[in-house]
Nanobody, 115 residues
Framework: QVQLVESGGGLVQPGGSLRLSCAAS????????MGWYRRAPGKQRELVAT???????YYADSVKGRFTISRDNGKNTVYLQMNSLKPEDTAVYYC?????????WGQGTQVTVSS
């Protein structure tokens, strides 16, 4: 099985920054992509950013220009640098690893943006 451990969440003021990390371990042979999803109170889960094995990157329109996704392939780790945070970014952020077309999920890390 695949284990995903997120870290880096917390409480930050509007305009502040956080960096999330997600380390993958376990049965990992062929990663299609890694990325981040989030679920805000009262909203559906949404895709925030992904990076494929080939390096293609996707960002949700709501975070473009503010968030940066990156990876360390040797460590099977993906990062999400979040700058200029807004209250609407408040959510539980979930790491995702897609392998052989199957999604694996972390436990989530809370990000709260509030004055």
């Amino acid at each position: 099985q695949v284990q995903l451990v997120e870290s880096g969440g917390g409480l930050v003021q509007p305009g502040g920054s956080l960096r999330l990390s997600c380390a993958a371990s376990g049965t990992i042979f062929s990663i299609d992509a890694m990325g981040w999803y989030r679920r805000a109170p009262g909203k559906q889960r949404e895709l925030v950013a992904t990076i494929t094995s080939g390096g293609s990157i996707y960002y949700a329109d709501s975070v473009k220009g503010r968030f940066t996704i990156s990876r360390d392939n040797g460590k099977n780790t993906v990062y999400l640098q979040m700058n200029s945070l807004k209250p609407e970014d408040t959510a539980v952020y979930y790491c995702n690893l897609r392998q052989w077309g199957v999604n694996n999920w972390g436990q989530g890390t809370q990000v709260t943006v509030s004055s």
